[in-house]
């Protein structure tokens, strides 16, 4: 089976611009979570889709979004964008989210 | 509330020497306890996971890891370092629309 992926996997954007990262989840999987992990702030949860619905969304401002398609792949927006948006976006799915998470190799963004 | 505490943040060990790596977490139930490991630039992999059962959890690349109920500890331990090991580990706990993961330990392994 096919891994998750994550395109693109780099970005360079400017500030105030917004971006749109997308995810495939593996086949089967249903689930599937967005994380933002920086050096100082490690792993951050960002939200959680499941079935096309959003289940569960960490503290991050309303400019961070995500939707998840009919075919479980998943797309996350960040408009707006601050120099401290630059980070590596992770995406993770799983079955139906009470079991094993597995990672994508991630989007690094960089916000100049 | 759910925490984990990886209290090493970075640690260096001679190739093929052993390694145990700290885990510390709070959570209100049995909880779900997972390693994953990430090299530069990379998403991260896993390594090995406990839901129940057996304390001591077999993962890939030599690895296992011991769940403690009494000490709230998921330590991970490799007998044998290979310079491939070095990386980031990350301990996390809790279920995928509830999980925390912890700060991370960055393994160096010496010649």
């Known amino acids: 089976k096919a891994g998750v992926t994550q395109t693109p996997r780099y970005l360079i954007k400017t500030r105030g611009q917004q971006v749109t990262l997308s995810c495939s989840p593996i086949?089967?999987?249903?689930?599937v979570s967005w994380y933002q992990q920086t050096p100082g702030q490690g792993l951050q949860f960002l939200f959680e889709y499941f079935s096309e619905t959003q289940r569960n969304k960490g503290n991050f401002p309303g400019r961070f979004s995500g939707r998840q398609f009919s075919n479980s792949r998943s797309e996350m927006n960040v408009s707006t964008l601050e120099l401290g948006d630059s980070a590596l976006y992770l995406c993770a799915s799983s079955i139906d989210g009470t079991d094993t998470q597995y990672f994508g190799p991630g989007t690094r963004l960089t916000v100049l | 509330a759910q925490s984990v505490t990886q209290p090493d943040i970075h640690i260096t060990v001679s190739e093929g020497a052993s390694l145990e790596l700290r885990c510390n977490y709070s959570?209100?139930?049995?909880?779900?306890l997972f390693w994953y490991v990430q090299s530069p630039g990379q998403g991260l992999q896993l390594l090995l996971k406990y839901f129940s059962g057996d304390t001591l959890v077999q993962g890939i690349k030599g690895f296992e890891a011991e769940f403690k109920r009494s000490q709230s500890s998921f330590n991970l331990r490799k007998p044998s370092v290979h310079w491939s090991d070095a990386a980031e580990y990350f301990c996390?706990?809790?279920?995928?629309?509830?999980?925390?993961f912890g700060a991370g330990t960055r393994l160096t392994v010496k010649p």
């Open positions: 086949s089967g999987h249903r689930s």
């Open positions: 959570y209100g139930a049995t909880p779900y």
């Open positions: 996390a706990v809790g279920a995928t629309i509830d999980m925390r």
